[in-house]
């Protein structure tokens, strides 16, 4: 998509979900805000460090990867994120890379 303006057309066809995403609306946390987020990052007990090896998460419906991307950044672990939307997806990745995460895909 890039970042060229979209015609209506273009907006009717993404659906509201992917066009949230292209615009960048969900690019926060959901679900009790940032505080909600880290409860729900606290109830999955994910160890801090392990001295077998990195622990595998996976993030089914990551959006464009808020979630995904805080536990990379809190934790010594591996994750990938999937979602239905190749816009959200794209918006993952950009951060991803701007932030230089090597633990984390999508």
Do not use: W
């Not at 057309?9 to 987020?37: P, R, V």
């Not at 409860?39 to 160890?47: A, D, G, S, T």
């Amino acid at each position: 998509m890039g970042k060229n303006k979209l015609s209506k057309n273009q907006i009717s066809e993404l659906g509201l979900y992917d066009f949230q995403a292209y615009i960048g609306a969900m690019n926060q946390s959901t679900f009790g805000g940032q505080k909600g987020t880290q409860r729900l990052i606290e109830m999955l007990k994910i160890p801090e460090t392990s001295e077998i090896k990195k622990i595998n998460i996976l993030e089914v419906a990551c959006s464009t990867g808020y979630n995904t991307i805080k536990i990379a950044q809190q934790y010594d672990c591996h994750i990938k994120g999937i979602d239905l939307s190749e816009v959200a997806i794209t918006k993952a990745l950009e951060k991803k890379d701007k932030l230089h995460l090597t633990n984390v895909d999508f």
